[in-house]
């Protein structure tokens, strides 16, 4: 017994002496750039772990840390553009330097993404949620090549214009919602917005046609909802998340949601496969559509693999664009000289028009400077990661040592006052026609070859919405006196209890 316990405290502290060097000679690689101290202590262990938890309790709470907090961090203790932290065993980059960003996202083979499995989202607490190749996180050139380019016509301009009309039913179904609402008068626009993206993104991904707008609460909803936020509560809480006394709830409620979605997802794709093998050409004209129609030709794809990339779809396109539209109708109403313009364009395209057709988005040139100037302010997905590969690697003169992971802040970099004058206005003139934007200082939807697929659909989608909501209806701003957007970060960021408008008809 006795020597069973020296051998296990032995190797113990072997383990201990081990880690303490090997950690010793992987920061001694980074002295060049900046960072705080770590003293030499116990911390070598944890890396910046007890400083990073030391700034949480700073800040008032243990769920509070998050990526943008630390670049803030950055910004105002050390007054730099890139610095390291060491997070327990790994090495984090951050930077908001933009010769160093537009490099590392233009050369996808060079900085590869860090993958589903590094990142811990491929399966969280035993689940599947993400899996190991579903296209957003695909580290791997080759696979993720493969997919995208199977992927890419379903996103094109295009093929969107066959969505239209789908997307145009769906905003009916909300406006005769509202018009149901008028005299509660004040209502959370973001949650009903949720159910309108959800369905949006159901119907044209995979013809998945339920009245999820009209619904007081969405089983679906809720359970995208849930995974966005429950996710990065198990990297946030890595040391812990894992223990069975914690975190009980949160663990069930993360199986539900997986389970909801994989479950109805499975069963559309199984179903459609076997139609489409039967007869192609009653194989319905949405997303999936196009994706198994070009599986066919180019190779195989397996069902579960099909499957994360349609959960992915459901997560990337529904709080994002639900968050975008929410945030915008927000700063509008703040800005009564913007309404009024907003207004005017959206009437003259409608032009005495029951519905506008695709080619009339176009012309809503206003509406989509408004849109990009909110995505400049509220980027729903805040941070780009990306990781160096097995050697050292120089960027705009600076060394970046092997297997780094570098994490961008779109946000941080699209308010820099060294590119945007007077950043916090929200000022939809900066995107006026003609006006130049100077590259990869403004990016919402990433950039390089791994920017967002749905891009054009989220546009589109914003313009026939929003359209719509400000064509039929009188909005109003029921908290003048509230000047600032509370936001919380998960997966996304999002407003933080929601965004409440006034509605008259
Ligand atoms: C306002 C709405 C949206 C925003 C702001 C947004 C933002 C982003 C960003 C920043 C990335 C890249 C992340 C990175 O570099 O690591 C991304 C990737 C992606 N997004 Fe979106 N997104 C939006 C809507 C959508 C929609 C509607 C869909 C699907 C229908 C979608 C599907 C995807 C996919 C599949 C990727 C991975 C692309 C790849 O790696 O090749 N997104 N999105």
Excluded at 13 to 40: D, E, G, Q
Excluded at 71 to 77: P, T
Excluded at 453 to 466: P, Q, R, T
């Amino acid at each position: 017994m006795f020597i069973a316990l020296h051998v296990a405290v032995s190797a113990l502290l072997v383990a201990l002496v081990y880690w303490h060097i090997s950690a010793y000679n992987t920061r001694n690689r980074y002295t060049h750039i900046p960072s705080f101290p770590i003293p030499i202590s116990w911390k070598w262990i944890g890396g910046h772990l007890p400083l990073i938890a030391k700034r949480r309790r700073q800040l008032g709470g243990h769920r509070i840390k998050n990526f943008a907090m630390i670049l803030d961090w950055i910004r105002k203790d050390l007054d730099v553009n890139t610095m390291v932290l060491f997070v327990a065993n790994r090495q984090m980059m951050y930077t908001i330097h933009v010769p160093i960003s537009a490099k590392v996202l233009s050369d996808h083979r060079t900085f590869m993404k860090p993958g589903a499995r590094e990142s811990k989202i491929a399966y969280v607490n035993g689940e599947r949620v993400f899996g190991d190749h579903g296209i957003i996180m695909e580290p791997g050139t080759e696979v993720w090549y493969h997919k995208r380019k199977m992927m890419d016509p379903a996103f094109q301009k295009k093929y969107l214009k066959c969505l239209m009309e789908d997307m145009k039913t769906i905003t009916n179904k909300m406006c005769h919602v509202l018009e149901q609402k008028t005299d509660q008068k004040i209502i959370d626009i973001y949650s009903l917005l949720n159910k309108v993206a959800l369905e949006i993104i159901c119907t044209c991904g995979f013809s998945l046609r339920d009245d999820f707008v009209m619904l007081e609460e969405s089983e679906l909803n809720k359970a995208v909802t849930d995974m966005l936020e429950i996710i990065p509560l198990s990297l946030r809480e890595s040391l812990t998340f894992w223990m069975p006394w914690k975190f009980n709830q949160e663990k069930k409620r993360l199986k539900e949601a997986n389970s909801l979605l994989r479950g109805t997802v499975r069963k559309i794709l199984e179903a459609r496969i076997e139609t489409h093998s039967e007869n192609p050409d009653a194989s319905p004209n949405d997303i999936l559509g196009h994706i198994i129609r070009a599986n066919m030709f180019s190779g195989n794809i397996s069902i579960e693999d099909l499957l994360d990339d349609f959960v992915v779809f459901l997560a990337a396109g529904m709080e994002t664009t639900a968050i975008t539209m929410s945030c915008l109708i927000w700063h509008i109403l703040k800005q009564p000289e913007i309404s009024q313009k907003i207004v005017a364009e959206i009437n003259e395209v409608y032009g005495g028009k029951e519905e506008l057709e695709f080619e009339d988005l176009n012309k809503l040139i206003y509406l989509e400077q408004c849109l990009k100037e909110c995505l400049r302010l509220h980027p729903p997905i805040q941070l780009s990661f990306r990781r160096s590969p097995n050697r050292d690697v120089i960027v705009d003169h600076l060394l970046i040592p092997r297997e780094t992971t570098i994490v961008m802040s779109t946000e941080a970099i699209q308010q820099l006052e060294t590119h945007w004058s007077n950043p916090d206005k929200f000022d939809p003139e900066r995107f006026a026609p003609g006006k130049k934007i100077q590259p990869f200082t403004y990016s919402p939807f990433s950039a390089g070859p791994r920017q967002c697929i749905g891009k054009h659909f989220a546009i589109m989608e914003a313009k026939v919405v929003l359209a719509a909501l400000f064509q039929k209806f009188q909005l109003y701003d029921p908290y003048p006196e509230e000047t600032k957007l509370e936001k919380v970060t998960n997966m996304t960021c999002k407003p933080k209890d929601g965004v409440f408008i006034g509605i008259q008809q």
